[in-house]
């Protein structure tokens, strides 16, 4: 059975003791999750080596950077690089985000650099993808989010692939308080792990963890992860309390 993923991506957010206590608090307060349930918590880079000290309270609980540079090491000021996180405990991490695309120009082709780097060095990327208002509202999110995914992945081999996690969030529902339907959130995931199947095998892409990542909130998070094709979420405002994030994480199937 494929992992079923509650993820918080707590962006530019919490000072350190705020970050500290949400995440003991999480921690404390999980539910009795099943073997394969997993919550990752998206940590500003600060922060990262306590809460990785805090995560091993629980084997279900891994830590993410929320970014990575794609280049191995070097004068490149203010960067942080893949080796840097494997070293203090890191698993994960967040790459491809829209925030990401969009301020600071990162290109498919430099994502697929940075899974690279990841992957060489074990760590597990959280690959995002997703569609702009006017390329949904052109129906044309099929063939923008498609173009993401080959140009970033579709370099790898099966065995790489398999360890990268897939989050689809539709841009136009980030931060905005608008959320796609749980339909809306199947029909692309089915189409995304049908995309995956077409390249890389049906069995293979069963196995894929695919999350929504729109606004996932309390009044959502059900509903949203009991489709199909949807293994979670990547959750933005709501990971940034504690009895919010753990209402979510309790839906997970």
């Not at 404390?28 to 091993?56: C, E, M, R, T, W």
């Not at 698993?91 to 969009?102: A, D, K, N, P, Y």
């Not at 993808?129 to 923008?144: H, I, K, M, S, T």
């Amino acid at each position: 059975m494929r992992k079923q993923i509650a993820a918080a991506n707590w962006k530019m957010n919490l000072n350190y003791e705020q970050a500290l206590t949400l995440s003991q608090t999480v921690i404390s307060g999980l539910p009795s999750l099943k073997n394969h349930q997993q919550v990752i918590f998206g940590v500003p880079f600060p922060y990262l080596l306590p809460i990785v000290d805090l995560a091993k309270q629980s084997e279900h609980v891994s830590v993410a950077a929320q970014n990575c540079s794609d280049k191995s090491s070097g004068a490149f000021t203010g960067e942080t690089s893949v080796e840097m996180l494997t070293s203090i405990g890191v698993t994960h991490v967040i790459v491809g985000h829209s925030e990401r695309r969009e301020y600071f120009q990162e290109s498919n082709a430099m994502i697929a650099e940075k899974i690279n780097l990841l992957l060489q060095s074990n760590l597990i990327p959280i690959f995002c993808c997703g569609e702009p208002l006017a390329e949904r509202e052109a129906e044309n999110q099929d063939v923008y989010v498609a173009a993401q995914i080959k140009e970033s992945l579709f370099h790898l081999n099966a065995d790489q692939i398999k360890h990268v996690i897939i989050a689809y969030e539709p841009i136009w529902a980030i931060g905005t308080g608008k959320t796609a339907s749980a339909e809306q959130a199947e029909e692309m995931h089915a189409f995304i792990r049908q995309t995956i199947a077409d390249q890389f095998g049906a069995i293979l892409a069963e196995n894929c963890s695919i999350l929504y990542g729109g606004s996932v909130k309390v009044g959502n998070a059900k509903e949203i992860f009991s489709m199909p094709n949807v293994d979670g979420g990547l959750v933005g405002g709501a990971s940034l309390k504690a009895d919010e994030f753990l209402q979510v994480i309790a839906g997970l199937k």
